[in-house]
């Protein structure tokens, strides 16, 4: 069956440069997380999608990230004026509800040259 | 002190072991605890979902949690080449729609 869904798998840009991220969720769910993970690390929080809205930003790091879910579907991850440090895999999870666990996509790799 | 600590490793060991991971944690608050296994370049796989303490098998797997001591555990019995991958803990402070705290990760090499 098909899975989360993100494109595009890597994405390489200039400095200051625009990206956009996309998550295709697994059918039916309802419940849309996003995550970034650096190199050793483990992935770190940035966002939560109950629906269509926002439920908890508290992980985006400043305000050139943003993220909608317009239809309650797809996620869009945005980031303006992209700097070196945002350089890491962007990772999208959904799950069925939000009291179900969290089922990952294989990422976008995000490099900033 | 970071809220999840986990050994990075690398762990290395032979085909057929029984290979221990684990994570300490610092949030007593924490109420579900989640094992998720990571191929290289490919996102988490959900592995073992827990709940409090106790614990849970499911084929090689079983993981353990000790609240008392902020402390949880996968083992993995009659471990396979395919089990080589980073184990990643993971927990939360409630089951709905809370972000996931995840540990570093523990780099597992399994030879043949």
């Known amino acids: 069956g098909a899975g989360v869904s993100q494109t595009p798998s890597n994405k390489v840009t200039e400095k200051g440069k625009y990206v956009e991220l996309r998550c295709d969720p697994i059918?039916?769910?309802?419940?849309l997380y996003w995550y970034r993970q650096s190199l050793g690390q483990g992935p770190e929080f940035l966002i939560y999608f109950q629906g269509t809205g926002a439920a908890d930003d508290s992980g985006l790091p400043n305000d050139r990230f943003f993220a909608v879910r317009p239809e309650g579907s797809v996620s869009t991850l945005k980031i303006q004026r992209t700097e070196r440090g945002d350089s890491a895999v962007y990772l999208c999870?959904?799950?069925?509800?939000?009291?179900?666990?969290?089922?990952f996509g294989d990422g976008t790799r995000l490099s900033i040259l | 002190q970071k809220e999840v600590e986990q050994d990075p490793g690398p762990l290395s060991v032979p085909e057929g072991a029984i290979v221990s991971l684990n994570c300490t944690y610092s949030n007593s608050a924490f109420q579900y605890f989640m094992w998720y296994r990571q191929y290289s370049r490919k996102g988490p796989e959900l592995l073992m979902y827990?709940?409090?303490?106790g614990n849970k098998e499911d084929g090689r797997f079983t993981a353990q949690v000790d609240k008392s001591s902020k402390y949880i555990s996968l083992f993995i019995r009659d471990s396979q080449p395919s089990d080589s991958a980073t184990y990643l803990c993971a927990m939360s402070l409630n089951q709905a729609g809370t972000a996931l705290i995840f540990g570093k990760g523990t780099t597992l090499s399994v030879s043949s």
């Open positions: 999870a959904s799950s069925l509800s939000s009291n179900q666990p969290q089922h």
């Open positions: 059918s039916g769910h309802t419940a």
């Open positions: 827990t709940y409090s303490s």
